[in-house]
């Protein structure tokens, strides 16, 4: 359901010699797959609706009523044993834990795709050949600045109530966006910002790990984007 990882993980995969389409939410998706019937679905576990192991269950379910087979790959920020066997149960064939590194993400498609074709563009293609991936571009570097201008307040107020599970979602979307875009530094200080929450450290040391976080977010986004970057 994230925009910035959406078009991230559909390019590497058109680099790798899939054809893609992406959704926002499992209801979208259920009504992708049955008109698209695709081989592989990654999803995220937390979707507006439904989330990612109810959909894969859903989606299990038509593929085996079909007669097909369907590959299908979750995506969280936390794993665990306990999350894994569900994912299992709802027919998924792994979890990946966010931020996916790039190198890992297109070992795995590599993989997914060895010795097999795919058709893409009604053209059958050797999709063990990948393309070069850019880190980045520059309309994912416009989106990221869009929404760390936009969630930064929404982070503040979560932390004003008290309300640390609500920060940490925005803090492991941020923290995607960050490691997609290749802005290290402000990777690094939301990773230090999503530590002091999980172990739900005192106020002094959320305050300074957010204030660490603030100002290296406003100085991006007061440094100008120079034309053509990415």
Partial sequence: DHLISRRYMSEALRRTGWAVKHCGNAEEALLRYRTWNPRLVITDLNLPGANGIELAEKLAQCASNNGQSITILLV???????????????????????????????????????????????????????????????????????ELQDRLPELENHLLCGCLEEAESVIHQLTASAAICGHQALEIRLREFDAACRQQADASHLASAFSRFHRCARSELEYPLAPGSG
């Fill in 76 to 146: 969280s920020a936390q794993t665990s044993p306990a999350l894994e066997q569900r994912a299992r149960s709802a027919g998924i064939d792994g979890v990946l834990r966010k931020p996916l590194e790039l190198n890992q993400f297109r070992k795995l498609l590599c993989g997914l795709t060895a010795n097999r074709k795919h058709r893409v563009n009604g053209n059958e293609r050797d999709t063990g050949q990948t393309e070069p991936l850019p880190h980045t571009d520059e309309d994912l570097l416009h989106l990221f600045r869009a």
